[in-house]
Every structure is written in structure tokens, then in C-alpha cells.
């Protein structure tokens, strides 16, 4: 049998039985999508690079460790690997891009880009800390869904896949994490403008 007639799931079978060659097969099929998706969101080849190399240790462990038990759906698994390991990324203190600017997301679009008097600029750091700060206090769930849907720019249908809910769940936490924020915004009275 031709190597790209094998299924995924068989492929992962025979790696876990020992054919070192089945797991190459894997990575040579789904490589491009796997990067391309983890570039799209980190836009650094060295960085993107690292992430790449990570989501496969991580794959290589969990087949190695008898611990996979998605047969069948080897791609998304993967997918939301490398997806929960950019999200890991940006919260290793990066700065994470501020990407939308529309009225259900009023809370991020009063964070301007920086154009101004170095004040003006620590100012706006000053308010995109205190609100990164209120995102921690979110439910996990509803933070997920905010950093997938505002920071990574994924849609509902993206979010729904990737975190295994539906769409309906995904919007329905996207929409108590942005009143939520409100709330927190206004009980520690954080002024979100500069």
C-alpha cells in the first residue's frame, strides 16, 4: 500500500507498535498545515520554529506514553496541541497583539496604537497591564475563548473546533468574559483611556 493511502490512525498504530518511519509519514503529510497555522499566529520563523518542534515532542511523549486515545482525529489533536502552546507562549509574558477594534469588543478598542509622547505610550502599557491582570481573574473557560477570539483572531467556528464545544458555548463565554471584564473594569475602577 502506497504511504499516502495509510491512514492516520493506522500510521499512529504502527508508530506506537515501533515503526519509527510511521511517525515521519505523519509530520511529512501535516507539517505545512501545522506550521503555516502556527505562523499565522506568532509571525516569527524562530519562534514559530520552536513551537513546531515543541507540538511534535509533545505528540512523540503522549504516542510513547500509551496516553492517546483520539483514534481517528490525529490532525485536530495535533491542531489543538500546537494551538494550546502558542496561547502558552503569549502568556510567558509576551505582548500579545491587540487585533480588533469593533463595538462588541469596546473594552479592547479603547487601546490605541501608539503614535504619541513617550507618556502617552507608558500610559497605554499602564492600561494594557491592568487589563491583562482582569483577564487572569476570568473563569478559564471564558479566557480561553477571549484570548483565542481577541488576541488570536480565530473564529467562533475555529474556537467551537479546536476547544471541542459549539459555537453557541464558545459565543455564550465570549459574551460573560466581555461583561465580566466590564464589571471587574469598573469595580477596581481602572480608566481605560489615555
Same mark, same amino acid.
Not at 511517525?23 to 513551537?51: E, M, T
Not at 459555537?167 to 489615555?194: C, D, F, H, P, W
Given at each position: =500500500?502506497?504511504?499516502?493511502?495509510? &491512514?492516520?490512525?493506522?500510521? /499512529?498504530?504502527?508508530? #506506537?507498535?515501533?515503526?519509527?518511519?510511521? %511517525?515521519?509519514?505523519?509530520?511529512?503529510?501535516?507539517?505545512?498545515?501545522?506550521?503555516?497555522?502556527?505562523?499565522?499566529?506568532?509571525?516569527?520563523?524562530?519562534?514559530?520554529?520552536?513551537?513546531?518542534?515543541?507540538?511534535?515532542?509533545?505528540?512523540?511523549?503522549?504516542?510513547?506514553?500509551n496516553a492517546y486515545?483520539?483514534?481517528?482525529?490525529?490532525?485536530?489533536?495535533?491542531?489543538?496541541?500546537?494551538?494550546?502552546?502558542?496561547?502558552?507562549?503569549?502568556?510567558?509574558?509576551?505582548? =500579545?497583539?491587540?487585533?480588533?477594534? &469593533?463595538?462588541?469588543?469596546? /473594552?479592547?478598542?479603547? #487601546?490605541?496604537?501608539?503614535?504619541?509622547? %513617550?507618556?502617552?505610550?507608558?500610559?497605554?502599557?499602564?492600561?494594557?497591564?491592568?487589563?491583562?491582570k482582569l483577564i487572569?481573574?476570568?473563569?478559564?473557560?471564558?479566557?480561553?475563548?477571549?484570548?483565542?477570539?481577541?488576541?488570536?483572531?480565530?473564529?467562533?467556528?475555529?474556537?467551537?473546533?479546536?476547544?471541542?464545544?459549539?459555537?453557541?458555548?464558545?459565543?455564550?463565554?465570549?459574551?460573560?468574559?466581555?461583561?465580566?471584564?466590564?464589571?471587574?473594569?469598573?469595580?477596581?475602577?481602572?480608566?481605560?483611556?489615555?
Open positions: =500500500m502506497a504511504t499516502n493511502q495509510i &491512514s492516520d490512525a493506522l500510521l /499512529v498504530k504502527n508508530y #506506537i507498535a515501533g515503526d519509527e518511519n510511521a %511517525l515521519a509519514i505523519l509530520i511529512n503529510r501535516h507539517q505545512s498545515k501545522i506550521y503555516n497555522f502556527i505562523y499565522s499566529k506568532i509571525s516569527d520563523r524562530d519562534v514559530a520554529d520552536d513551537i513546531f518542534q515543541d507540538t511534535f515532542i509533545k505528540v512523540i511523549k503522549t504516542l510513547k506514553s486515545n483520539e483514534t481517528g482525529k490525529f490532525l485536530p489533536w495535533v491542531m489543538r496541541i500546537s494551538h494550546n502552546l502558542v496561547i502558552d507562549h503569549f502568556r510567558k509574558g509576551q505582548k =500579545m497583539p491587540m487585533l480588533r477594534d &469593533s463595538e462588541e469588543f469596546s /473594552v479592547f478598542s479603547m #487601546i490605541t496604537e501608539v503614535t504619541q509622547p %513617550l507618556e502617552t505610550y507608558i500610559i497605554t502599557e499602564q492600561i494594557e497591564n491592568d487589563l491583562n487572569k481573574e476570568l473563569p478559564e473557560d471564558q479566557k480561553e475563548v477571549l484570548y483565542m477570539r481577541i488576541y488570536q483572531d480565530y473564529s467562533f467556528k475555529e474556537i467551537s473546533e479546536m476547544t471541542g464545544v459549539s459555537v453557541n458555548t464558545a459565543l455564550g463565554r465570549m459574551r460573560y468574559a466581555v461583561m465580566n471584564l466590564r464589571k471587574l473594569v469598573e469595580k477596581n475602577q481602572i480608566v481605560l483611556t489615555s
